[in-house]
């Protein structure tokens, strides 16, 4: 019976300092902004991103939000990889294919839960 006690003590113990150190990471990666979930986007896919895209013309650039989603929206049916759907975006917006993808790094995760 002694042991028994013995073994819980030592249990909560441990489970005492793993609490003590898990806590402060934790913490030290909200600080960070460093997420626990990962990001699922996938922006080789023409729809996904053409969600980003739409965030950077629109919110990035100040381009018209009705031309940009009338644009994407057949855009999403004419590409059929995200990339070629970005490439096409800038030259239809007159603005450099590096800016673009700078802008879409930028907003990628905009709209995601994982912040």
Known sequence: MHSRIQKTSFILALMFVATAVVIPLSQAQEESGQSEVACTIDLTLAGVM?????????????????????????????FKTGNELAIAAATEFEIEEKTLFAAIEEYKHYNCKHK
């Open 50 to 78: 053409s969600d980003i895209v739409s965030n950077a013309l629109v919110r990035g650039f100040k381009k018209d939000e009705s031309k940009v989603h009338d644009y994407l929206k057949t855009a999403q049916e004419k």
